[in-house]
């Protein structure tokens, strides 16, 4: 990834706080780290590994969408993959709503994101 895509993505994670686009649940970066991350929520590396932040493009680059600013948001691996891997994928507010509604039912992640105070389901994020 070029170092514009990589500020563009970081831009993203600062304007969203940090939060995934879809399920708003914490991610890590280049500016908060793995390592930091995993201390600051007292995790396992391998559990916090899954929540990294990917520049997510809302009109899919095979689709012409383009590395604009307001083209790209920043969402976990997770949810960015899931996105893409369904035979139709979703357009990015179906996909968001869809999120949402399974991350009220606890049926998005795997369940220590929920236990954790990454997860924005405790709060008051929805
Ligand atoms: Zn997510």
């Not at 997770?78 to 509604?101: F, G, L, Y």
């Not at 399974?102 to 049926?107: F, Q, S």
Request: proline share 4%.
């Amino acid at each position: 990834m070029s170092s514009s895509s990589a500020r563009i993505r970081t831009r993203a994670f600062i304007r969203q706080s940090g939060r995934c686009y879809y399920c708003r649940c914490l991610m890590w970066n280049d500016i908060i780290g793995l390592t930091a991350m995993a201390k600051n929520f007292a995790l396992p590396l391998r559990q916090v590994r899954y929540l990294q932040c990917t520049a997510e493009h809302l009109n899919p680059r095979m689709n012409g969408g383009s590395n604009s600013h307001r083209n790209i948001v920043a969402a976990c691996r997770t949810c960015n993959a899931r996105r893409h891997r369904a035979k139709a994928p979703r357009d990015p507010i179906s996909h968001q709503r869809h999120v949402q509604n399974r991350m009220r039912r606890k049926k998005w992640h795997p369940a220590w994101v929920y236990e954790s105070a990454i997860c924005a389901v405790q709060g008051n994020c929805f």
